[in-house]
């Protein structure tokens, strides 16, 4: 019944800008981190961006300055502007949240993000 659905990938050429969404159903996770990964083919899934309840973020090296990640409570749902693409950026992003109460981890279906140069 719970459920991350992402939204907003697609073909975007380098320097541009993309706005990924994360949408949760079944269940609340404003009191937990949400977070973004991506997986690029043959490339280990890699944290993109974190974003705790106390909306404490932290990045990875290679997005920091150009990625921002973000959290709207009332419609269940976390945001990652991405700007300034690379087409190293080229990659499936997923959402994904950590539920400490039973701990569980919610997975989106992911959302390809494709970068050309």
């Known amino acids: 019944q719970v459920q991350l659905v992402e939204s907003g990938g697609g073909l975007v050429q380098a320097g541009g800008s993309l706005r990924l969404s994360c949408a949760a159903s079944?269940?609340?996770?404003?009191?937990?981190?949400m977070d973004w990964y991506r997986q690029a083919p043959g490339k280990q899934r890699e944290m993109v961006a974190s974003?705790?309840?106390?909306?404490?973020?932290n990045y990875a090296d290679s997005v920091k300055g150009r990625f921002t990640i973000s959290r709207d409570n009332a419609k269940n749902t976390v945001f990652l502007q991405m700007n300034s693409l690379k087409p190293a950026d080229t990659a499936v992003y997923y959402c994904?949240?950590?539920?400490?109460?039973?701990?569980?981890?919610?997975w989106g279906q992911g959302t390809q993000v494709t970068v050309s140069s």
């Open positions: 994904h949240a950590f539920v400490f109460a039973g701990i569980r981890h919610y």
């Open positions: 079944g269940r609340s996770f404003s009191g937990n981190t």
């Open positions: 974003i705790t309840s106390a909306l404490n973020t």
